[in-house]
């Protein structure tokens, strides 16, 4: 979706030259929002990349070592999805065709408290497709949407590690989410791991309840059998309840043989007791079942097909309003240059928003100023491990809206 309009940000002038010359060529460019991944987005990979695409992946990755750390590798545009991943990350969050996150505030009791937030983080795992990665964010990038009374933020705390922060609010169910999110993606020889570092936290202030959580790895295989899927433990745990969930998403063997993929098994557990109180199972692209140890009743508590189909790309309500920082007018020209298979004024537009970013990187070390994020606190706890606040209570209400 493209959307143009005329704005400036009036409550955070530009501070330099550069930004203020950013602020000026933004003013007249398209917002370009596009469809979030879902069970149906993996047909559509043809509408964004190029011919022989794992010809041109092994050809890439002829130049990295086994065991590299790929965090500053450029991708040339014919591997992007046209959206950032500030985009997908938000999306995880307000794009569902069913409310689970409510559902995580109406159980009666704790038990089912966490298993519906059992469920509600099971469906923020979504399909990727082989071959195509978003772009990686800007510093001070932002991705700003509103779905009823949820909204959601998510901000480019770091470029050099990459870090992002996300928070989400919802004021009349009283939920909060707090996400720090630091992938570290690493070549094997045959296969892409990202590990996806940092922690997730879902409050529920009606009732006194926090749960942590993190999140599963995305294992992108070349060969022998090239695809794509989310592999690892996820832990998830209720200080206040004792209550907790161990999850393993597992993927194919090496060669493919190990049946069908996107399967999920685990446990919900009494950690004062040790007690195994439901055992999980299931695929996360189809449905999850919940089945007690003393019984043979067997429940579905996750339904892809109900929740992550036919989602829709989110809409501009008010285009002056928009932040110049936002993820979907930052990239606009490089995405419509992929939406049109124009690689070269796709390669471009992506050249174009680097130098910018050169450009404000030389004016603050030139200035003697440290960057720091508008809308978080952020704090690396020990080496390696990195952790944020946001600095407002509340998320406040975006002009880009989904329903």
Known sequence: MEKKGKWLRNEKKARTPTELSMVTELQETSIVLTKPFSL??????????????????LTIFKSVRPGSDLTRFQLPPQFNFPKSQLQCYGESIYSTASDMLSKCNTGHTPLERLISVVAWSISTTRPAIFGLAPYNPTLGETHHVSKGNLN?????VS?????????????????????????????????????????????LVNHGETYEMNSPHLLIKILPVPGVDWVGNVNISCIE?????????????????????????????????LKILY??????????????????????????????????????????????????????????????????????????????????????????????????????????????????????????VTL
């Open 241 to 273: 309840t004792g209550l907790a969930a161990e999850l393993c998403y597992m993927s194919q063997s090496f060669f493919g043989f190990r049946g069908s993929r996107r399967l999920i098994k685990g446990k919900i557990i009494d950690s004062s007791s």
């Open 40 to 57: 149906r987005n993996e047909s559509d990979s043809e509408d964004y990349n190029g011919p022989n695409l794992l010809h041109r992946i």
């Open 279 to 400: 055992e999980v199972n299931g695929h996360w692209d189809s449905t999850v079942t919940l089945k007690g140890r003393n019984n043979a009743e067997e429940r579905v508590i996750y339904d892809a097909l109900e929740v992550i189909s036919g989602l829709q790309a989110p809409i501009v309500k008010d285009a002056e309003t928009v932040w110049p920082t936002e993820s979907a007018l930052i990239w606009s020209a490089l995405s419509q240059a992929i939406l049109r298979k124009d690689w070269e004024k796709a390669r471009e537009a992506k050249k174009a928003v680097e130098e910018r970013q050169r450009e404000l990187s030389r004016e603050r070390e030139s200035n003697g100023e440290t960057w720091v994020p508008k809308h978080f606190i952020l704090s690396q706890t020990k080496e390696g491990v990195w952790d944020c606040l946001p600095i407002q209570k509340w998320v406040p209400v975006s002009p880009i």
């Open 159 to 203: 470029h050099h590690p990459p870090v992002s922060s996300l928070h989400a609010t919802d004021e009349k169910e009283n939920i909060e989410i707090i996400w720090c999110q630091f992938p570290v993606p690493k070549f094997n020889g045959t296969s892409v791991e990202a590990q996806v570092h940092g922690k997730r936290q879902l409050k």
């Open 152 to 156: 959601v933020l998510v901000e480019q």
